[in-house]
């Protein structure tokens, strides 16, 4: 039987839902994608556990009991093995078959140690800190774990963080992406010429989703799905 995804993120208090917070309705979207294999044995991982606010050194040291959008997914992938990664520290949320690392998606060694634990994918969702730089390497990072035919998800695209301005330049991710299904190529300084050369050669599409639900930036681009080839 087929569940209510916007319900089931409304109910754990989840903004990809039409109720919460900025309610940014992802839900549908996702619902739309993923209820193919709603009902499989399958391993997806999701940066970025809970609403923080843009100050990492309040992050850093935040202990969380609850993860909103990992309880969404536990009701709604019922077979799925779930990874939560996260630079405050949610080793207090237990369900079954949760596993959290914690870890900085701005690390490139945490990222590599995130990589080297987690099994192939078949879904990732980045919802970490929005920072341009953040997203770009751990797409660079962590786009080969995803299997093939599988989905990497970069959430709030659309989202200005003032972080941006310490980290190293990148362009901001929606115009790299943009640039990539324009030009097929990928240029950044948080991702090498190897790992840009592997994710174009091993991406069968790229979806921009723009909405202009929650009211922030009239039909902005608010989340990019790049899938897999299989």
């Given amino acids: 039987m087929s569940l209510n995804l916007a319900q089931l993120a409304n109910e754990a208090g989840s903004d990809k839902g039409d109720a919460v917070f ?23 991982l999701e940066i970025g556990l809970k609403r923080g606010g843009l100050d ?27 990874w939560g990664f996260d630079i405050s520290d949610f080793s207090a949320v237990k369900m079954e078959g949760f596993t959290f690392i914690q870890g900085d998606a701005g690390s490139a060694q945490s990222l590599t140690k995130l990589h080297d634990a987690l099994p192939p994918l078949r879904l990732l ?28 998800v970069i959430e709030d695209i659309h989202v200005f963080n003032p972080m941006d301005a310490d980290l190293p330049k990148v362009p901001r991710t929606i115009s ?22 592997f994710i174009e050669a091993n991406t069968a599409q790229v979806f921009i989703h723009r909405s202009d639900k929650g009211g922030v930036n009239y039909w902005a681009p608010k989340m990019a799905v790049l899938q897999r080839k299989g």
């Fill in 56 to 82: 990492e050194s309040k992050l850093r040291g935040r202990v969380e009991q609850e993860a909103p959008s990992i309880a969404m997914w536990r009701k709604y992938f019922p077979r799925a093995k779930i």
């Fill in 22 to 44: 900025h309610a940014h309705d992802y839900a549908r979207l996702y619902a739309f994608l993923f209820e193919q294999f709603r009902e499989r044995e399958f391993a997806m």
């Fill in 125 to 152: 969702i980045d919802d970490g800190s929005h920072a341009s730089y953040h997203q770009q390497l751990t797409l660079a990072h962590l786009f080969n774990r995803v299997a093939p035919g599988g989905f990497f």
């Fill in 176 to 197: 790299l992406l943009e640039q990539f299904l324009r030009t097929g190529k990928l240029e950044s300084a948080a991702i090498s010429p190897e790992q840009a050369r």
